[in-house]
């Protein structure tokens, strides 16, 4: 048996946390671009709460709002923009996998330049970027516990991660008590997004013995606490439990990766703006049906993680908690088109070839087709 893991993440997990985010952003530096959404951390009062705890340890904070639920690469250059104009020597990202993503995305490119998509397809290599701190208000992406910048470029179209440990945070705090504002259909959307993370991680070739032994906790946690927390907001070991399963989740791609889900998401999301977790819940259930044959004992081992007996009835088990978080849905809901169909499977190969590799069953592009017309 031979494997490599390596993240060097600093987590600070726990309620109350968030107290402690301007005495750990100080350490790299007292001017700070702090990247949020556009309302939720203002009505929440999370922003005022962070802008307070930043001032109180000296950091200045310029507040950059502008991130789209798909963030794209001309926003992370109007960030890294603002960040230069303002001298900031850290990027602080709070809210949900987009902001995160988009922090990270802004943190690279203020040290590097150019066209980002050089980076994110391997033309160029870089090893630079600005100290990082994330604070996420959604526990879905995982974002806090990757090297991974999900970008979307606006001109073709093409979603795809930018990955190096540059861009993996110098600290995350994951404080499980910002989480509950959430809306119920942000929290469903979210966090099947998590469960997918550590289900992919699980079924992954690229996967190894660690990977596989947080991705299995990670569907274990998910699978039972999203629920529990959709059905009763209130319920705080449910969301503590959950917020760790959703950073467990982030942490497992980074050495695993993603598969096919993802990897057929992606497209979606990045012509039509669907939003991600729709997009995995139209198509997670059309492809493992499709891929059980290939892993029946993973598939069996997810099942039982889920509630159910055996790879038999895996699918269903994903079925009955799509029902149980109202995320039941179609590509078409989310105004993909059957004439979309062509173009989808065409970026598909051209940006998530590794992630379909990477998938225990590999689809050929006319299977991949087929896929996209079964989840309209």
């Known amino acids: 048996m031979h494997f490599t893991y390596h993240l060097p993440v600093n987590l600070l997990f726990g309620r109350g946390r968030f107290t402690e985010l301007g005495t750990v952003t100080v350490q790299y530096g007292t001017r700070a671009l702090l990247v949020t959404g556009k309302h939720s951390t203002k009505r929440s009062g999370v922003l005022a709460r962070a802008l307070d705890y930043l001032k109180q340890s000296g ?29 900031c020597k850290v990027v602080i990202g709070i809210g949900g996998g987009s902001i995160m993503d988009c922090a990270k995305g802004i943190a690279f490119q203020v040290c590097n330049g150019g066209d980002i998509s050089d980076y994110i397809f391997g033309r160029k290599q870089s090893s630079l970027a600005l100290p990082i701190v994330l604070v996420p208000t959604t526990c879905g992406t995982g974002s806090e516990g990757n090297g991974f910048a999900v970008l979307t470029n606006p001109d073709n179209g093409d979603k795809k991660s930018l990955r190096t440990t540059a861009i993996v945070a110098k600290a995350s705090i994951i404080d499980p008590a910002l989480m509950s504002t959430m809306p119920k259909q942000v929290l469903a959307s979210v966090g099947f997004d998590a469960l997918c993370h550590n289900m992919e991680a699980y079924l992954s070739k690229t996967g190894q013995p660690l990977t596989e032994m947080m991705a299995l906790q990670g ?16 319920d705080s070991n449910a969301w503590d439990a959950l917020s760790w399963g959703s950073t467990l989740g982030g942490m497992v791609i980074n050495t695993a990766g993603i598969t096919a889900p993802h990897g057929m998401e992606h497209p979606v999301s990045g012509l039509r703006n669907v939003v991600h977790g729709h997009g995995l819940a139209a198509l997670t259930p059309v492809i493992y049906d499709r891929s059980i044959f290939a892993c029946p004992e993973k598939f069996s081992d997810i099942s039982r993680a889920l509630g159910g007996t055996d790879e038999k009835d895996c699918v269903k088990a994903i079925r009955t908690l799509l029902k149980e978080i109202s995320l039941e849905t179609t590509l078409s809901r989310g105004g993909v088109r059957a004439d979309d169909v062509e173009w989808l499977t065409k970026n598909c190969a051209k940006v998530s070839m590794a992630g379909m590799q990477a998938h225990p069953a590999v689809f050929d592009e006319r299977q991949t087709a087929q896929i996209y017309r079964e989840a309209l």
């Open 219 to 234: 569907i274990r946690l998910v699978g039972k606490n999203l629920p529990r927390v959709y059905q009763d907001k209130a």
């Open 59 to 87: 950091v200045e904070a310029t507040v950059f709002d502008q991130v789209p639920q798909n963030p794209l690469t001309t926003t992370v250059y109007a960030g890294a923009a603002l960040a230069k104009q303002e001298g």
